[in-house]
């Protein structure tokens, strides 16, 4: 059994995003810069926005935090949008969620350039994913891709069973890995990326075991601690694991512990390869942010 | 074994559209108006389009043929979408493809305002019906998800094999199908559509009849004659058959004939529903855009 050291593979990400925004340096061009909108005070999203401020200062990005009000209007959020879509100097922006109740989410989203749509959440950039089309995907599906091609895991042929139905994984991540190969990534080859057979299932599914036992590969994104047990995996398979849940653990100096879906100890023996929490999708998906701005960056200078 | 009717389920759907259309007329409304788009003089789109208009006419919309020579430039053609996008006449409007080499079909399809995308084409309403937005969902797709739910066919829980990842059919029916049933039609009830189970299967998938026969539903829609065969099909499947394939026949006066992608006289006795080929989803699929014409009238004069 191999882990899928996500934490290792994601510094080696930012070492060459350094190495690529310093050339830039060098040869006096300017640097990528990234938009992130904040509305109100959720402190939760203040550690995200922070998190996000420093790995764009660590490999040389330019940061820009653009803090409003809770009680903004919809309108005045939306004139924001058009505002960072129009401005030549951003190449890239995010919009924190959740916003404030008053103001409707995928309205706002669906506001955003594509081209600058960096967190890959627009309408317009999913369905370019879908149909093939050049296009920005969003972070924890793009993180895994990179996460299994960084480890030479061949998705063509093979079959990828996918738990969870979000938009912001689990429809994505099917998508992605089920196109003909036409989306090539900086540095791997087009082989090694979608072709699969893909499943999708979700808390509707019928058997879930059976299926998953079919597996080459399961992506669980479920937010279910526990959910991917032994006996629904065979062994040699590859199990990657997006949840991050909270678990009580009274010997933990916080008082909790993070957990993934997968019953680690007990499904980890059979694997080929296994994504831990931490440590595994969690830290591709802010150097997935950094691909994403950096791609922008490419586009919109080209 | 029951054949799904599509031929008598379209003739429906054009009685209630005609029936819809009459009570606007009595009630001195405006009618849908559906722009037709064609460029040059492909024989082939000259039938559909004729097809289409006839359609229209037949349920008491409007069609407006807008007829462009094959050497215009893209330029040109874009301004047209723009003009049509901003015609408050015109509900929604197609752009009949191919199109000519020197035009590129996707810088065309995208710039289509998606509330009159009535193809259901344009990259905003496919990921919309992958986000569950409202959307527009395209002609052949939204035809299989009726045919399924007239015929009470439900969906829910249920295994889905789609064989073939083409932008028009194979991609959009396997989204539409695992949705959540939020995407309701008239008259359906929304536990009829969507939470599947769903496997798409292509030319990379590896064993494909085993995949098969684990199916509750097999869609194929390949363009390979005779591609699903009876050791592939287990008792009591239902099976979409989207093929439409010219083979030789000397026997008939056109000197071919139309097959699927099923092969019918094997496959059909292990069948609880089967779609024949042609009369099953094909004539669908012309209904839907009259449906999908009728729904962006509606979202239009709200």
């Known amino acids: 059994m191999t882990l899928l050291d ?11 995003l350094r190495a690529e925004i310093d050339a830039l340096r060098q040869a006096g061009r300017r640097v990528p810069r990234l938009g992130i909108v904040i509305v109100g005070h959720n402190p939760a999203s203040e550690t995200y926005v922070a998190n996000k401020i420093k790995a764009c200062q660590e490999v040389g990005f330019e940061a820009e935090r653009i803090a409003l009000e809770a009680d903004i209007s919809e309108a005045d959020l939306l004139r924001e949008v058009h505002r960072l879509n129009a401005d030549p100097a951003i190449d890239g922006f995010i919009v924190q969620l959740p916003l404030p109740a008053h103001i409707c989410e995928s309205t706002i989203l669906s506001a955003i350039d594509y081209r600058k749509d960096v967190d890959g959440l627009t309408p317009e950039n999913v369905g370019r994913t879908v149909q093939g089309l050049p296009s920005i995907v969003s972070a924890t599906p793009r993180g895994i891709r990179e996460l299994l091609a960084r480890y030479n895991i061949l998705t063509a042929g093979r079959h990828v069973v996918v738990i969870g139905r979000s938009n912001i994984v689990g429809k994505p991540v099917a998508m992605l890995l089920m196109q003909r190969p036409y989306l090539s990534l900086p540095g791997m080859s087009a082989s090694s990326l979608g072709d699969a057979t893909v499943t ?95 791609q922008a960056y490419h586009e919109h200078t080209r």
Do not use: W
């Not at 996500?6 to 060459?16: L, N, S, V």
């Open 6 to 16: 996500g934490k290792q593979i994601a510094a080696t990400i930012r070492a060459e």
């Open 200 to 294: 999708i299932c979700h808390s509707k599914t019928q058997d879930l075991p059976a299926i998953c036992r079919t597996a080459d590969i399961i992506i669980v994104a479920a937010g279910s601690p526990g959910l991917l047990t032994a006996e629904m995996v065979r062994p040699g398979t590859t199990v990657i694991d997006v949840g991050i849940n909270r678990i009580d653990d009274p010997a933990s100096p916080r008082g909790y512990r993070l957990v993934g879906d997968v019953d680690f100890p007990a499904v980890s023996p059979l694997c080929n390869y296994i994504t831990p929490v931490p440590g595994g999708v969690g830290p591709m998906t802010i150097v997935s942010l950094l691909q994403n701005t950096l």
